[in-house]
């Protein structure tokens, strides 16, 4: 709940002024600078996501299912607002699995239209993804298979049909994919799920005067829908009681379009310790952590006893010039954290963690460029039976990306982690040295990716690259592309997705 209706209507007023003779009350609204410092209340206890529930199949995989259906959430006082969710009525459970596990899914489709999962960040067949080749119809039934092979990460999973990806994640379409690893676990983290080792999906919403979700755009706006309240795992000003010398956060950016700066309110310092992709090399102490939509990073906090804090999003360097309009100014309170009395466990972290990205100076099979401006990348939208260029398998490529107007964008690659080798030249900020799969692009400047591509060769079903900002992904900005096998042509999309 929030403590300070009279200052928002102030807001209001000054915001008003810059887009008159605008359109209509929402991008009025809009107009206004947010800030929430010490103005939330912190009545809630953090909501954990469960762990989803699997059973083991006939083949010794673990198999999960998972119900996508329609259904009513209690945010706030008042109405209850009609959401979507997974297994529940808003967002899903967080999936577990040890990589080396074949894992399996039922994913059953109970809304009235087709709606599909995409594994974000996961390392798969094509066919398996979840992209908008593989939408679910509803009633559907789709199921798909594959053994996690990949390092410990924190992954997620989200719908993904192409044109409506935005509005099916805003209703509430969104979890947690956690993978695990013996080496991950060797490192004696903070590991106990919803204690020490905690799951934070961080999104914004604008609710109307009916507590129903509303996806307002600002006047002028080009990013999309950006929300005036920060729920996180669908609790809005949430606490959470702290038990423990050290917590680890594993924060997600669930939210459509908005960009978060994260920090304390007491501008504490923390450690990053993994990225999109897993583990960093080694701790990087800072006191602010950008994280655009898509991107993950597990941080570790430290404590003291009978303390309270809020985790805060500060404002941004990378408005430009509407940036006002789009959150970019914008202060906002998102969790409290309320130490006990005494705290448990180490106050110390591993100086070393994950193996470092090694892509850096071998062999390069291809290099290609993109260029995104316009709901478009290199001047083309994304055509649903058009596969833009075939990669080797076994090979190492550098794709170098930048984004070409004023506006914020990310790209994201399906399939693969990648490692940032550049930024305008230069050797990436700590933040990017971990494996990724999901950059920030700064205006203006050339992010150089070198990605291997192993595994699941399938010459007619693509992956998916994409600005990860999603009304820019649903209006065109996305390609696809396939991975070849030795000898492989670049084939043709199947024109049928239908998997009842
Ligand atoms: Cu998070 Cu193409 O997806
Ligand atoms: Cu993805
Ligand atoms: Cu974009």
Redesign the pocket.
Known sequence: MRRRTALKVFGIGIGGAFVLGGGGLGAYYFAAKEDTAGEIAFDTALFIPSLAESESGASGARVFTLGIQPGETRFKDGQATRTWGVNGTYLGPTIRARRGERVEFAVHNGLDQATSLHWHGMHLPAAMDGGPHQTVPNGGTWKPRWTIDQPAATLWYHPHVHGSTADHMYRGLTGLFIVDDEDAEALKLPSEYGVDDVPMIVQDRAFDGDNQFEERVPLAGSLGVIGDEILVNGTIGPYFDVTTRLVRLRLLNGSNARLYNFGFSDDRSFSLVATDGGLLAKPWETDRLYLSPGERAEIVVAFKPGERVELRSYPSEYGGASGRLEGFDDRLDICQFRAAGTLSGDAKLPAALGAAPDLAGGAVAAERSFV?ASDQINGRSMAMDRIDFGVREGTVEVWEVTNDNG????FHVHDVRFQVLTVDGKPPEPPLRGWKDTVLLAQGKRYRLAMRFSDHTDPNMPYMYH?H?LQ?EDDG?MGQFVVLGEGEQVGVVPRTHDHS
């Not at 506006?407 to 990310?410: D, I, Q, R």
Request: with cysteine; proline share 0%; hydrophobic share 45%.
């Open positions: 995104l506006y914020l964008h990310n600005c900002l820019h900005m």
